[in-house]
């Protein structure tokens, strides 16, 4: 159920896909889906829940198997140049259900917002462990770069936006 659930609202959005359709792809009951989820609320919560735990697995493993950080944070880039270059791109799964849920209170937002704390925290320790001077700031210009390229990836020309993002963790490197 979730990874039918995962699939559908990452290409097609969280609210257009109902949850008659949910249980007729994923094939099961009624019963079965309320039983595991109780609602369609709960099964976005844990799909949104789901990629956060996919990303920092992600994120783990440059970090584990590259050999400085600064290598970590290219192995990253090169995983997300990857990513927006794939024809199965439909943008950042965090940034479109923010883009659904306007209520920063809403579970949704809370989820997204706890998770991008993470990732800029993430980078920021990989910055300071570099040795980046302003390793906060660092990691604000990398998300902030790593959200352009993914919308304009989606929404344009995936080489340019990789480019750029490239051309930024270069320069947020050499710092």
């Known amino acids: 159920m979730l990874e039918t659930a995962s699939r559908l609202f990452y290409e ?27 609602s369609k609320d709960n099964l976005i919560l844990a799909y949104i829940r789901a990629q956060d735990e996919r990303v920092q697995q992600r994120m783990e493993s440059f970090t584990t198997s590259a050999e400085t950080p600064a290598a970590a944070v290219r192995a990253w880039v090169t995983a997300l140049a990857d990513d927006v270059n794939d024809p199965e791109f439909r943008g950042c799964a965090f940034l479109n259900a923010a883009a659904e849920y306007h209520d920063p209170r809403d579970p949704v937002r809370e989820v997204v917002a706890t998770h991008r704390e993470w990732y800029t925290e993430r980078l920021a320790t990989l910055l300071q462990e570099a040795g980046h001077p302003l390793p906060g700031d660092g990691a604000d210009e990398l998300m902030l770069a790593r959200d352009g390229a993914m919308a304009g990836a989606y929404a344009g020309d995936a080489i340019a936006a990789t480019a750029a993002l490239q051309r930024v963790v270069d320069r947020v490197l050499a710092v």
């Open 12 to 38: 097609e959005g969280i609210h257009s896909v109902g949850v008659d359709r949910l249980i007729s792809e994923a094939s099961v009951t009624k019963a079965t889906f309320y039983k595991h989820y109780g």
